[in-house]
C-alpha cells in the first residue's frame, strides 16, 4: 500500500493568494483528517469526514479555510486568501473506523509557507 | 471530555540511557492507547498501541503498558540510540468515536 498521499510537499505563495492542499486517503479507510502543525501551537485538528461527511470543523480557524471530500480517495484543504499566520504544516491523516484499533496513518505533509 | 497529558521536554539523554516518557489520560469509556513518534521532516507514525487494560504495547524496543488504575501510559526504552530522537506523541481514541486526542509530544534528543 502506498499510504496516505499528500501533495504538494512544498508550497511558498504570497498573502493573499489561494492555497489547494491535497490528499489521497488509504484505499478503504472510512476515516480522514486535517491536521495543522506549528510550533507554537503544535498539532491542531482542523476538520475530519467519515464516509466523505464532514463530521466536526470546530477546528478550521475561520471562513478563510474550507475542506471537501467529493470522494472516498480524494480530499482537498483550500485557503482563501492565505495569510502569513498560516504558515504552518499540514498533514492528512485516515484510519478505519474503531471497528479495527483504530490508529491514524498520517502523509508526510505540505509545508506551507506564505510570504 | 478527553485529554492526554504528556511529560514535558525537551528530554535530553546520552545513547545507552534508559528513556521514560510519562503519558496519563482522562477519557470516558475504555479507549485505545497510542504511541506515535515523528521523525524530523516526517508525519507521525504509530510507534505502539495498546486497547484495553494490562495490554502492553511494544515495537522497535519501546514498551508501555495500559494502567487503566492510574490512567497512564508511559513509555519506556531500556537503551536509546541516537536513531531515537524525534518527537513522541501519547494519544487515545474512544470506541465508536471519530477524533483522536493527542498529547503535546515530548522531543527527546539522543547524544552519542
Known amino acids: 500500500d502506498a499510504g496516505v498521499i499528500q501533495s504538494p510537499r512544498h508550497e511558498v505563495t504570497e498573502m493573499g493568494q489561494e492555497v489547494t492542499l491535497r490528499c489521497k486517503p488509504i484505499?478503504?479507510?472510512?476515516?480522514l483528517f486535517w491536521y495543522r502543525q506549528t510550533m507554537m501551537r503544535g498539532l491542531e485538528l482542523l476538520i475530519y469526514f467519515n464516509n466523505n461527511v464532514p463530521i466536526d470543523d470546530s477546528g478550521m480557524p475561520e471562513d478563510r479555510f474550507s475542506a471537501k471530500m467529493p470522494n472516498a480517495s480524494f480530499s482537498t484543504l483550500k485557503i482563501q486568501p492565505s495569510e502569513p499566520r498560516d504558515s504552518a504544516v499540514y498533514f492528512c491523516a485516515s484510519s478505519f473506523g474503531t471497528r479495527n484499533t483504530g490508529e491514524l496513518f498520517f502523509g508526510e505533509g505540505s509545508r506551507l509557507t506564505v510570504l | 471530555g478527553n485529554s492526554v497529558t504528556q511529560m514535558e521536554g525537551p528530554v535530553t539523554l546520552s545513547e545507552e540511557a534508559f528513556l521514560t516518557i510519562n503519558c496519563t489520560y482522562t477519557?470516558?469509556?475504555?479507549?485505545?492507547l497510542f504511541w506515535y513518534v515523528q521523525y524530523p521532516g516526517e508525519g507521525l507514525q504509530l510507534l505502539l498501541k495498546a486497547t484495553k487494560a494490562d495490554d502492553k504495547g511494544s515495537n522497535k524496543g519501546f514498551e508501555a503498558t495500559y494502567r487503566k488504575e492510574t490512567t497512564s501510559f508511559h513509555l519506556e526504552k531500556g537503551s536509546v540510540q541516537v536513531s531515537d530522537s524525534a518527537v513522541y506523541f501519547c494519544?487515545?481514541?474512544?470506541?465508536?468515536?471519530?477524533?483522536?486526542?493527542f498529547g503535546d509530544g515530548t522531543t527527546l534528543t539522543v547524544k552519542p
Open positions: 477519557a470516558t469509556g475504555y479507549p485505545s
Open positions: 494519544a487515545l481514541r474512544n470506541t465508536n468515536a471519530g477524533k483522536s486526542t
Open positions: 484505499s478503504g479507510h472510512d476515516y
